[in-house]
């Protein structure tokens, strides 16, 4: 058996490498090296955390309506968010999916149904559940967990463990401390067997 390998001096230099790996959908595997705040499936859960704990974050809000489990395209949040319209500009986007969210096409109207029915649905849990448990549960039922292969799973998980970790210390959630800490973890390596190895030349050693 062989294996094939890039070497390089520091960490920094394997980000453009990567990128072109995933482009041409090879399969790499990057130990310590890829952080775990940079990964799309952690992202999009930071933002379903943030969406779930602050409505009023428009930013957090449009992330989530952008991400696989409902997709909306970038012209349909922008119909959405008030067009050019600035009288919308402060409006929460909770309160602009009751008022326009009839404006989408057909396709975009019966997706954000699904996704703003199961977003109420997680507002009426709120009380009765840990903030963990919440994210979870509602990330999994807008389907979340279905977009993901097992590394993305893996990276999901540590996020979600991450964050009962925080809230069993801290007994809430403080985002800042829990965008730091993602900073500091790396994301998960691939398993496959034919994975090109993206290593330090000190880690190599």
Same mark, same amino acid.
């Given at each position: 058996?062989?294996?094939?390998?890039?070497?390089?001096?520091?960490?920094?230099?394997?980000?453009?490498?990567?990128?072109?790996?995933?482009?041409?959908?090879?399969?790499?595997?990057?130990?310590?090296?890829?952080?775990?705040?940079?990964?799309?499936?952690?992202?999009?859960?930071?933002?379903?955390?943030?969406?779930?704990?602050?409505?009023?974050?428009?930013?957090?809000?449009?992330?989530?309506?952008?991400?696989?489990?409902?997709?909306?395209? @970038? /012209? +349909? $949040?922008?119909?959405?968010? &008030?067009?050019?319209?600035?009288?919308?500009? %402060?409006?929460? *986007? !909770?309160? #602009?999916?009751?008022?326009?969210?009839?404006?989408?096409?057909?396709?975009?109207?019966?997706?954000?149904?699904?996704?703003?029915?199961?977003?109420?649905?997680?507002?009426?849990?709120?009380?009765?559940?840990?903030?963990?448990?919440?994210?979870?549960?509602?990330?999994?039922?807008?389907?979340?967990?279905?977009?993901?292969?097992?590394?993305?799973?893996?990276?999901?998980?540590?996020?979600?463990?991450? @964050? /009962? +970790? $925080?809230?069993?210390?801290? &007994?809430?959630?403080?985002?800042?401390?829990? %965008?730091?800490? *993602? !900073?500091? #973890?790396?994301?998960?390596?691939?398993?496959?067997?034919?994975?090109?190895?993206?290593?330090?030349?000190?880690?190599?050693?």
């Amino acid at each position: 058996p062989w294996k094939i390998a890039v070497l390089v001096r520091t960490k920094n230099l394997l980000h453009s490498i990567i990128e072109e790996l995933k482009i041409a959908s090879i399969p790499y595997r990057a130990v310590d090296i890829e952080p775990l705040g940079e990964r799309q499936e952690v992202l999009d859960l930071f933002a379903l955390t943030r969406a779930l704990l602050h409505p009023a974050d428009r930013t957090a809000w449009l992330a989530v309506l952008r991400a696989p489990w409902c997709g909306l395209s @970038l /012209a +349909e $949040l922008h119909i959405l968010s &008030g067009a050019d319209n600035t009288d919308f500009s %402060q409006r929460s *986007i !909770e309160s #602009l999916i009751v008022e326009r969210g009839d404006l989408l096409n057909e396709e975009g109207c019966q997706r954000l149904a699904r996704f703003w029915l199961v977003m109420r649905a997680a507002a009426d849990k709120q009380p009765l559940l840990t903030t963990s448990q919440l994210v979870e549960r509602t990330w999994r039922s807008l389907g979340g967990d279905t977009y993901l292969d097992a590394n993305e799973m893996a990276n999901a998980r540590r996020y979600l463990q991450l @964050l /009962a +970790e $925080l809230e069993t210390q801290a &007994g809430t959630i403080d985002l800042s401390l829990l %965008q730091h800490r *993602i !900073e500091n #973890l790396f994301a998960a390596s691939s398993a496959n067997e034919d994975a090109v190895d993206l290593l330090t030349i000190h880690k190599a050693k």
